[in-house]
């Protein structure tokens, strides 16, 4: 959840005086870069998970605010959807991996328990497989939030016309929203990546090539509204749910506020440049902050402004500034993958990313030197459609399958990383050994899903198949089963 905001409507003037402030924390920041002495990088992993509540049916249940209460727990928090709530882990040494997934286990373990007691369960899944569109028109959707209603408000005010959900996949899509409700079925993870400014540049540029194969890898999304759609669809539908072009600017070439990026940068500042170039505000918030003053006062400054708007423009590598206890720092934010399918499955796409990322970052010759931005959104596209079975391009191999390129290239490189990073032996073979499976056999959790559904819908020997979203229900309780279990989605059995 992002920070809260007091109004739900802003004036002319408002908006004025907004622009203007994040114009001078713009400046501020150029000169923060430039003078104040970072948070240290070590090598620190954490992460946000956003899970999904369903009832006994398997189907989705607008009971964040009661589960939430009997949790008790600050690191749980509302999220848009009223059936959505999310985890924040905190930050941890990199080489502790496996003590990440303990804690995470017990967490969300204590978490189920208390859902349970509001006939609940939590689901790791990047979009809620029974989510049809009778549970997004019903009119609590919503969590009850300021924040969350000024945003739905200001993106349909700026698109003046209902969404159009247009998704061409194995099956298509085609269906019109008014409000942000489709929105609140995509559910990701997000993984956090510390760095000094001089190195954040290389960090996002890394983070971009490797977008398109931790698709590959983790794609859990195949279905909404009962159509089998992308291998990861909440790329594409988070991107049509937050549109706030109609068609004349998507036609001019306006760009999404969900967006992959233009180009290879320099430094973090050309992303927050970019984001008052590019973008119109969306929660015009001004604050009682005046940055140049803490800058001056030797205080680093909070620049509110700039960060709120940062966080209405939905980039799949977003950078953040923070202030911790009075010392800022810089982080990449990864938002590629869909949550779950298991614990250990989590942890597992955590390792090969944090393993490639600082391989690719320490790189004399970077990649980005010998690959064109559009090739890297192109890889990104394709991994989302097609996952594993994805055709992509690298320097160095050329045109080929986004599997090869992970086993040849990439898990090499993260086992070379994660050592580097301190991570014991160990770890390094038990988690990257969970992706080399999960790539040799082809299942990942979109792929299991597909086949879990297909057989469901013909049926097996001695019994009759069913309807998609009957089969659909019966295989998210499956699924439940598997999640529960943390075992590896690749070791799964089908029905």
């Known amino acids: 959840m992002g920070d809260e905001i007091s109004a739900i409507r802003y004036s002319a003037e408002e908006r004025q005086r907004y622009r203007e402030k994040v114009d001078l924390c713009l400046d501020v920041f150029e000169r923060l870069l430039a003078s104040w002495p970072f948070a240290d990088d070590r090598p620190m992993t954490g992460l946000e998970m956003e899970l999904n509540l369903v009832g006994p049916d398997y189907r989705p249940t607008l009971r964040n605010g009661p589960v939430l209460e009997k949790i008790g727990d600050p690191n749980f928090q509302t999220e848009l959807g009223a059936y959505n709530i999310e985890l924040n882990v905190e930050p941890a040494p990199l080489g502790e991996l496996a003590a990440m997934e303990g804690r995470l286990r017990e967490t969300l373990n204590r978490a189920e328990r208390a859902a349970n007691a509001h006939d609940a369960h939590i689901v790791m899944v990047g979009i809620l497989p029974t989510t049809m569109p009778e549970h997004l028109s019903d009119p609590e959707w919503m969590t009850e939030s300021p924040r969350y209603k000024a945003l739905n408000d200001s993106i349909l005010a700026a698109r003046g016309e209902n969404l159009h959900l247009d998704i061409h996949g194995a099956e298509r899509l085609s269906t019109f929203a008014s409000s942000l409700a489709p929105e609140s079925a995509c559910t990701s993870v997000q993984l956090h990546v510390q760095v000094q400014p001089e190195d954040f540049a290389r960090a996002w540029n890394a983070a971009q090539i490797l977008a398109g194969p931790q698709l590959a890898v983790g794609a859990n999304s195949p279905f909404f509204f009962g159509r089998r759609l992308w291998a990861e669809t909440r790329i594409e539908l988070f991107k049509q749910a937050t549109d706030t072009r109609p068609q004349e600017l998507q036609n001019q070439g306006v760009r999404p506020r969900v967006w992959f990026g233009e180009k290879w940068i320099s430094s973090i500042f050309d992303l927050f440049a970019e984001n008052g170039w590019y973008f119109p505000a969306l929660l015009p918030e001004v604050g009682e902050e005046d940055p140049v003053a803490e800058l001056d006062a030797g205080r680093a400054p909070a620049l509110q402004e700039l960060r709120l708007h940062n966080g209405t423009v939905y980039r799949w590598n977003r950078p953040i500034y923070a202030v911790v206890?009075?010392?800022?720092?810089?982080?990449?934010?990864?938002?590629?993958?869909?949550?779950?399918?298991?614990?250990?499955?989590?942890?597992?796409?955590?390792?090969?990313?944090?393993?490639?990322?600082?391989?690719?970052?320490?790189?004399?010759?970077?990649?980005?030197?010998?690959?064109?931005?559009?090739?890297?959104?192109?890889?990104?596209?394709?991994?989302?459609?097609?996952?594993?079975?994805?055709?992509?391009?690298?320097?160095?191999?050329?045109?080929?399958?986004?599997?090869?390129?992970?086993?040849?290239?990439?898990?090499?490189?993260?086992?070379?990383?994660?050592?580097?990073?301190?991570?014991?032996?160990?770890?390094?073979?038990?988690?990257?050994?969970?992706?080399?499976?999960?790539?040799?056999?082809?299942?990942?959790?979109?792929?299991?899903?597909?086949?879990?559904?297909?057989?469901?819908?013909?049926?097996?020997?001695?019994?009759?198949?069913?309807?998609?979203?009957?089969?659909?229900?019966?295989?998210?309780?499956?699924?439940?089963?598997?999640?529960?279990?943390?075992?590896?989605?690749?070791?799964?059995?089908?029905?």
């Not at 580097?420 to 979109?446: C, F, M, Q, T, W």
């Not at 086949?451 to 013909?458: D, G, I, P, S």
């Open 325 to 495: 206890d009075g010392e800022p720092h810089l982080r990449v934010e990864n938002r590629v993958l869909p949550a779950g399918p298991t614990v250990v499955d989590t942890v597992a796409n955590a390792a090969f990313f944090h393993g490639v990322l600082r391989s690719l970052m320490h790189d004399q010759r970077p990649v980005w030197s010998k690959m064109s931005f559009a090739a890297a959104e192109d890889n990104f596209l394709a991994c989302a459609r097609d996952g594993l079975e994805a055709e992509v391009y690298s320097p160095g191999l050329g045109t080929t399958g986004a599997d090869e390129l992970v086993l040849r290239r990439m898990l090499p490189m993260a086992a070379e990383g994660l050592a580097s990073a301190g991570v014991p032996g160990a770890d390094v073979d038990k988690y990257l050994g969970i992706v080399e499976h999960r790539v040799k056999s082809g299942l990942n959790g979109a792929a299991w899903q597909v086949a879990a559904v297909e057989r469901l819908e013909q049926g097996t020997a001695g019994r009759s198949g069913t309807d998609r979203a009957e089969a659909l229900r019966q295989m998210l309780a499956l699924y439940c089963e598997g999640m529960h279990a943390n075992q590896p989605v690749h070791t799964w059995e089908l029905p």
